[in-house]
């Protein structure tokens, strides 16, 4: 079926540091989506994107955090700066239409020391 | 949105029907039931999504009760594969850009 990829699988860094994480999302997708899950623990919700512009955003989002996808490349998510807290792995997701099945990347690994 | 409730863990041999449940007893008219299911170090996986009545597809089988408190996720022929957390997620298709939130999930346990 569709594929979500997720780069990279892993990230290690120092707090303070900014760090992106990338998602190349399915091809005619419209709708894209972040997710954090802290090892153990749910599955929360961060943000979507749609048009060009983030639609919703969770108290997570916090004002380090932002998101693009310039000229229909990447969905990228920094943060800036990262703080301990952001240890977890992030989930990456696309849908065709705000009203259909969401597709997830294998996610990213975020490590911050 | 309306509040899931799962069992926390489940536990079925190789070959066995695993039927999943999930109570939903304050659904909205608006609101839609999603099933998706996660492995280890792996994303979330859409399984089905209905609204009313019954659902089937290739993987899956969805029985809604008639007042839509209660529905019902069927694996036929469970394998080694199908363990997992199954997560059942309403979400309003009316006022958000089906936005998902998930709950704890229920885990499946296969054995041989």
């Known amino acids: 079926g569709p594929k979500v990829l997720q780069i990279p699988s892993h990230q290690i860094i120092d707090m303070g540091q900014m760090v992106t994480l990338n998602c190349d999302p399915v091809?005619?997708?419209?709708?894209f989506y972040w997710y954090k899950q802290i090892l153990g623990q749910q599955m929360e919700f961060l943000v979507n994107f749609y048009n060009g512009k983030v639609m919703e955003k969770s108290k997570l989002f916090k004002d380090q955090f932002s998101v693009e996808r310039p000229d229909g490349s990447y969905f990228t998510l920094k943060i800036q700066p990262t703080a301990l807290e952001d240890s977890a792995v992030y989930f990456c997701?696309?849908?065709?239409?705000?009203?259909?099945?969401?597709?997830f990347g294998p996610g990213t690994r975020l490590t911050v020391l | 949105l309306a509040k899931t409730t799962q069992p926390p863990s489940m536990e079925a041999y190789e070959g066995q029907e695993v039927n999943v449940s999930c109570s939903h007893t304050n659904i909205a008219t608006s609101e839609y039931i999603y099933w998706y299911r996660q492995v280890p170090h792996q994303g979330p996986q859409f399984i089905i999504q209905?609204?009313?009545d019954y659902v089937v597809n290739e993987v899956a089988s969805l029985f809604i009760s008639a007042d839509r408190k209660l529905s019902t996720l069927s694996l036929p022929w469970v394998s080694l594969r199908d363990a997992a957390v199954y997560y059942c997620i309403v979400t309003d298709r009316m006022s958000n850009y089906n936005v998902l939130y998930f709950g704890s999930g229920t885990k499946l346990t296969v054995e041989p």
């Open positions: 997701a696309s849908s065709l239409h705000r009203v259909r099945e969401q597709y």
């Open positions: 091809s005619n997708h419209l709708y």
């Open positions: 209905g609204y009313k």
